[in-house]
């Protein structure tokens, strides 16, 4: 069974940072890119950033282009989020999620997670 | 950018009903080498994530019912519900990943009874 565990989500000050993790299971972690997505109230669900299978390829959305940074650890099969310059714009839940490709362009996101809240508030 | 309208924002509706809810891209869709569009549906209830029902616009994922089908192709896109269930209530999500630069949803259908 795909298990997908989101952590680190916390209230931080604008201009804060934070880091998410979200730790994978039942599947083989290293062949298939990841996303971040976050659902916001009055934005509904935007994709964040993608990460290719082995690395190599990221993407971010031009919101957060500069400010958030994805990485993996496939030794771990875990996925990361650095969120910093944060503003109150940034409070969501954000989402892990698998990719049904290994680039990471041109497949369906399959399996999320159950998210974790990020609040920026001061 | 792709971007990805959906109607209505709501609808009402009642167990038994027949529902459909439409999803248009500003941009096709279709690859034509593949002859496959790269459309996804989601379905999202409050405190649960998004869960994918539907994806090339018409391949319904393993579990899902049949009462779920999804048909369209190029820039218009439709998700029927035969029979609508109690259960079915929740927010529908179209989602394009044709153009990883970005990935788009749409902003939703809201089914309520």
């Known amino acids: 069974e795909v298990q997908l565990v989101e952590s680190g989500g916390v209230v931080v000050q604008p201009g804060g940072s934070l880091r998410l993790s979200c730790a994978a299971s039942?599947?083989?972690?290293?062949?298939?890119?990841m996303h971040w997505v976050r659902e916001t109230p009055g934005k509904g669900l935007q994709w964040v950033s993608l990460i290719s299978s082995d690395a190599s390829t990221t993407y971010y959305a031009d919101f957060v282009r500069g400010r958030f940074t994805v990485s993996r650890d496939n030794t771990e099969n875990s996925l990361f989020l650095q969120l910093n310059s944060l503003r109150p714009e940034d409070t969501a839940f954000y989402y892990c999620?698998?990719?049904?490709?290994?680039?990471?362009?041109?497949?369906?996101?399959?399996?999320w997670g159950q998210g974790s809240l990020v609040t920026v508030s001061s | 950018d792709i971007v990805m309208t959906q109607s209505p924002d709501s609808l009402a509706v009642s167990v038994g009903e027949r529902v459909t809810m439409s999803c248009k891209s500003s941009q096709n869709l279709l690859y034509s080498l593949n002859n496959k569009n790269y459309l996804s549906w989601f379905q999202k209830k409050p405190g649960q994530p998004p869960k994918l029902l539907i994806s090339w616009a018409s391949t319904r994922e393993s579990g899902v019912p049949d009462r779920f089908t999804g048909s369209g192709s190029g820039t218009d896109f439709t998700l029927t519900i035969s029979s609508l269930q109690a259960e079915d209530v929740a927010v529908y999500y179209c989602q394009q990943y044709f153009s990883a630069l970005p990935f788009t949803f749409g902003p939703g259908t809201k089914l309520h009874i």
């Open positions: 039942g599947f083989t972690f290293d062949a298939y890119a």
């Open positions: 999620v698998k990719d049904m490709g290994a680039g990471g362009s041109g497949w369906p996101f399959d399996y």
